[in-house]
C-alpha cells in the first residue's frame, strides 16, 4: 500500500526500524543546491534515485531497477521529493511491482512556497527542524 505520512513520522519510521530507507527521487542539481537530509544519527544514509532525468523531467526508466537491485521489497521505503508533487508517483509506482510499504512524505524537502517566495518554512523536512546538510 501507498501511504503520505509527514515529516516527523518518517523520521520516527527510520528511527525505529532498521530496514526502513528514505529515498529522496528529486534531480541532481536539487541535492547539489538545495540540500539533502541527513540521516547520520540513525546510521543510515538518503538514496539519491532521480524519479525525473534533469532536464528533460521525463519518467526515469532506470529508476524501478535500481530500487529492485537496493531494496527488499518486504521492506519500508519512504519517498520523498521537493514538495511532494513526484513522490506519490515513485510511491505508487514502487509498490505496483510488489514492494509492500511504500511511503510519500507529505509536503517533500522544501514544501510549498510561503508569501514571500521561498520554500523550506511553511511544510517539509526543512521546515520540521530535520537534519539536513548541503552537499
Known amino acids: 500500500m501507498t501511504t503520505e505520512i509527514s515529516p516527523r513520522q518518517a523520521w520516527?519510521?527510520?528511527?525505529?526500524d532498521?530496514?526502513?530507507?528514505?529515498?529522496?527521487?528529486?534531480t541532481e542539481p536539487e541535492w547539489a543546491y538545495v540540500g539533502v537530509p541527513d540521516l547520520a544519527d540513525l546510521g543510515k544514509a538518503v538514496a539519491k534515485i532521480s524519479w525525473h532525468v534533469f532536464p528533460e523531467m521525463r519518467v526515469n526508466p532506470e529508476f524501478i531497477g535500481k530500487l529492485k537491485a537496493t531494496y527488499d521489497p518486504a521492506n519500508p521505503v519512504i519517498f520523498m521529493c521537493r514538495s511532494g508533487g513526484r513522490s506519490p508517483a515513485a510511491a505508487k509506482a514502487v509498490f505496483e511491482t510488489g514492494?509492500?510499504?511504500c511511503f510519500s512524505l507529505a509536503g517533500g524537502f522544501e514544501g510549498d512556497a510561503d508569501e514571500d517566495g521561498h520554500r523550506?518554512?511553511?511544510?517539509g523536512w526543512k521546515a520540521?527542524?530535520?537534519?539536513?546538510?548541503?552537499?
Open 99 to 101: 514492494f509492500a510499504r
Open 12 to 16: 520516527d519510521l527510520l528511527a525505529a
Open 18 to 26: 532498521k530496514h526502513a530507507r528514505l529515498v529522496d527521487v528529486r
Open 120 to 123: 523550506g518554512t511553511k511544510v
Open 128 to 135: 520540521e527542524g530535520l537534519p539536513w546538510r548541503q552537499p
